[in-house]
């Protein structure tokens, strides 16, 4: 249907279409004396950057396509717009924000937890649309709306810091002398001493060296918000039909807690196996040919080591929830009239020659909009 419809427009009515672009302004114009959303859609990729688009038709604007529109505002402005086959919508769409980059710095400090992460950007608004004609057909089957892009992810926020284990005890591969010399070498290296027959275990042990825990996860970022929907309609029972809806965008999701310090060992302990034997020495002159014991020697061996008492790990940082201390962005300020009504007053003189339902147009939008 629309490529026979194209054919009728393009032959019967002088279906052309003209382009204006500023490219410095961002604003782009379409002209002509009927004119296809369809034949829009298929341009528009082809104008990055635009903050205005304005369609104009001398006869009419056929909606037969959905059209949307990102972060720019929209101009539809025609004596008769009329909606093909079945519901049509007009689509503002504030693009979604990006995440966050990157992650906030890890704990430096024992006890203090990581950076908390930064609140997510906000979405951007939706732009403004104006819909200006005498006559909407089918108004029922059309829905003009406007949301706000996707709030940005929060930054995940910083690790906690890993905390910090005792050392073992050094105090040599092997240990000589009685049980009391072996018992205070071991004590003068500032080791613990427990004693079990043949075992030995010099221990040390270090106090309140806590890991930290990770910093909370940055806030999603507020949803953008819905651009302004004006309609003005001369026969106002059909522009009252038109649908409207503006919908503020979702929040973004929460940044990532960061993770908490890994708990270490509060003590660490060295085991030792330990031998005892005689020494034997030449008794008194008067038995010089006899030997007996003068004393007993520990000798300790290191067997192996191990750790003791862990601490629990640091907890894990919350996920960004709340918008707190976030802000929206900036409302979008009313649609630009005076503009709108400039372009009306140039175009008056051509498209009366097409036909008085312009020159109608232009005697509504007199009344009908602020010409400030």
Request: net charge positive; proline share 5%.
């Amino acid at each position: 249907m629309i490529t026979d419809l194209n054919k009728v427009l393009a032959t019967s009515l002088n279906y052309q279409v003209n382009y204006h672009h500023n490219q410095q302004t961002g604003e782009l114009l379409v002209e002509a004396r009927n004119l296809l959303i369809s034949e829009i859609n298929g341009k528009l990729p082809a104008y990055a950057g635009l903050n205005s688009i304005t369609l104009v038709a001398a006869k009419r604007i056929f909606v037969d396509q959905k059209l949307t529109v990102v972060n720019s505002h929209l101009n539809v402005i025609a004596p008769s717009i009329e909606i093909l086959d079945n519901p049509k919508e007009i689509l503002m769409q504030g693009s979604n924000a990006g995440p966050y980059p990157g992650k906030a710095a890890d704990s430096q400090t024992l006890t203090v937890p990581g950076n908390e992460g930064h609140a997510g950007y906000p979405g951007n608004n939706a732009g403004n649309i104006l819909l200006l004609a005498n006559d909407v057909i089918r108004p029922d089957l059309l829905t003009l709306r406007s949301v706000g892009g996707s709030g940005g992810r929060g930054q995940n926020a910083g690790n906690g810091r890993d905390g910090v284990a005792s050392s073992y005890p050094s105090i040599g591969a092997v240990i000589m002398g009685s049980a009391g010399e072996v018992d205070q070498h071991v004590r003068n290296h500032g080791f613990e001493v427990h004693r079990a027959g043949d075992y030995m275990v010099a221990s040390s042990k270090k106090e309140n060296v806590l890991p930290s825990n990770g910093g909370n996860g940055g806030a999603g970022g507020p949803g953008g918000r819905p651009g302004h929907i004006v309609v003005k309609v001369k026969n106002h029972a059909s522009g009252n039909l038109v649908k409207t809806a503006q919908v503020v965008g979702p929040q973004g999701e929460g940044g990532d807690g960061g993770v908490g310090g890994t708990g270490m060992a509060q003590c660490a302990r060295k085991h030792y196996s330990c031998v005892s034997h005689e020494i034997r020495g030449k008794c008194g002159k008067w038995y010089r040919r006899k030997s007996c014991t003068k004393g007993w020697e520990y000798r300790c061996f290191p067997q192996n080591l191990d750790m003791c008492d862990k601490y629990p790990n640091g907890s894990a940082g919350n996920k960004g929830t709340s918008v707190e201390g976030t802000q929206p962005n900036h409302p979008l300020k009313p649609i630009a009239y005076g503009q709108i009504w400039h372009y009306l007053n140039e175009r008056i003189g051509p498209f009366q020659q097409i036909g008085n339902e312009y020159n109608e147009l232009y005697q509504y939008a007199q009344n009908a909009v602020d010409k400030s």
